[in-house]
Each structure stands twice: as structure tokens, then as C-alpha cells.
């Protein structure tokens, strides 16, 4: 039986778990204080600190950071949007069942519309279509806990990949410059494209990060092969 291999290499799971305890951390302990401060709007009686999500989201943030899903834009903009469209799915539609399946297939709709599809926003569009019909949860929920949940988690995700190593938002490495005339780097990236259109799949990869492996790849072994020419 075939395993995969840890993300991130010997020690990235290493640093996945640590920026994970980290940034969860900075979101209770930021979310707790605003909620016991008393400021106008932060009163939510009987919410928790923490949502269910954001462990999901901190393990695409640290764990994953070049991941299309686990950039800033998703992480906030996924999880607001998908958490106002279970609120409202709750709200209007009594049957929970019924609210938590239009929220969730809306909010998937709605964040691939506005790029910035997350899978723990799936998450929150359940989680909040139910508490919105079983427990009454009012849109204050986006402004406790959720909002201070996910803006410490992005910065605390900005700050730990920077210190870490990893740079987030990611960018893509520029691809290697290869010599003319030889085999290596033939294809054209409208022929990646092509083939990209082809399988129809979306994939957890940026289009630029696969042609810079590709191009980095065909040098390796062009260097390989003229290593052994010599």
C-alpha cells in the first residue's frame, strides 16, 4: 500500500503543526479579549471563541501555503462569503437540511465566482445554516467570532510563512532560462494550457508553479545528460 509522503518534505510537518498551534492560538486569544472587552458589536453571548472551520483553514494555511486554496483572498473572503450565505439559508429556509444543502452548494457557487474558493467556507456555510435555524445565530456572527477568527489566522499565516521560509500570498518561482536549440523547454505554455483544458479538472496548483516545475525539471535533466556527455 502505496503512502504519501509528509507535506512539505522530512520537516514540514513540523512546521505545518507549529504554525497551525500558533495561529489557532492568536485566534482564540484575540477573539476571547475583543468578546470580553465590551466593544460596541462584540457582545455575542453564548457564541464560541473558535468556529469549527478555521482548524481546517489553518491546516491548508501552514501545512499547504502554495495551495490556490490556502491564499488570503480564500481564507477570508471564503469563509465571510460562505458564512453569509448559511446565515441566510438558515434564516429564510426552515427545513435545516434544506438550508444546509443550499447553503453549501451556494456559498461553492458564489466563492468560485468571486475566486476565492475554500474548503473550510463549505464548512462554514453548514455550520452556520444550522445555527441559524437551530440556535437563532444573527449576522453579528460574522463580526463574532468569525471575522476576528479568520483575520488572525491570515496574519498570523502572513507573518509565521514569511519567517518560516515561505512567502504568502505565494508567487510562483520564475521558470529556469534554458538554452536554445536543444530539447529541454520545447513545449510552449499555450501547450500546458491546452492540456489543462483537456482533463477539465481543477486542480490544487497554480498553472504558473506547474510550468516552473516542468521547465526546472527538463533542465535538471538536460544538465544530467550533458554531465554524462562529457
Same mark, same amino acid.
Given at each position: 500500500m502505496a503512502f504519501l509522503p509528509a507535506a512539505g518534505g522530512r520537516l514540514g510537518w513540523a512546521r505545518g503543526a507549529l504554525g497551525a498551534l500558533i495561529g489557532i492560538a492568536v485566534a482564540g486569544v484575540l477573539t476571547r479579549f475583543l468578546a470580553q472587552a465590551g466593544l460596541p458589536g462584540m457582545a455575542? /453571548? $453564548?457564541? /464560541?471563541?473558535?468556529? *469549527?472551520?478555521?482548524?481546517?483553514?489553518?491546516?491548508?494555511?501552514? *501545512?499547504? @501555503? *502554495?495551495? +490556490?486554496?490556502?491564499? @488570503?483572498? +480564500?481564507?477570508? $473572503?471564503? !469563509?465571510?462569503?460562505?458564512a453569509a450565505v448559511g446565515l441566510a439559508a438558515g434564516h429564510w429556509i426552515a427545513a435545516p437540511w434544506l438550508a444546509a444543502s443550499l447553503g453549501v452548494g451556494c456559498a461553492i457557487a458564489l466563492m468560485a465566482m468571486a475566486r476565492c474558493l475554500h474548503p @473550510? $467556507?463549505?464548512? &462554514? *456555510? =453548514?455550520? &452556520?445554516?444550522?445555527?441559524a435555524g437551530a440556535n437563532g445565530w444573527g449576522w453579528s456572527f460574522l463580526l463574532m467570532p468569525l471575522a476576528p477568527n479568520v483575520l488572525a489566522l491570515a496574519a498570523s499565516g502572513?507573518?509565521? !510563512?514569511? =519567517?518560516?521560509?515561505? @512567502?504568502w500570498p505565494h508567487h510562483p518561482a520564475p521558470p529556469p532560462v534554458l538554452p536554445r536549440d536543444t530539447w529541454a523547454g520545447t513545449y510552449d505554455i499555450a501547450d500546458l494550457d491546452a492540456v489543462l483544458a483537456d482533463w477539465d479538472e481543477v486542480l490544487d496548483i497554480d498553472r504558473e508553479d506547474l510550468d516552473a516545475l516542468f521547465r526546472a525539471l527538463e533542465r535538471r535533466v538536460q544538465a544530467r545528460w550533458e554531465s554524462a556527455r562529457q
Open positions: 455575542s /453571548p $453564548g457564541l /464560541p471563541w473558535l468556529v *469549527a472551520p478555521l482548524g481546517a483553514a489553518a491546516v491548508l494555511v501552514f *501545512a499547504v @501555503p *502554495a495551495s +490556490p486554496l490556502a491564499q @488570503p483572498w +480564500p481564507v477570508i $473572503g471564503g !469563509n465571510l462569503i460562505s @473550510p $467556507g463549505g464548512a &462554514c *456555510a =453548514l455550520l &452556520c445554516a444550522l445555527g502572513w507573518l509565521y !510563512n514569511r =519567517l518560516t521560509g515561505h @512567502p
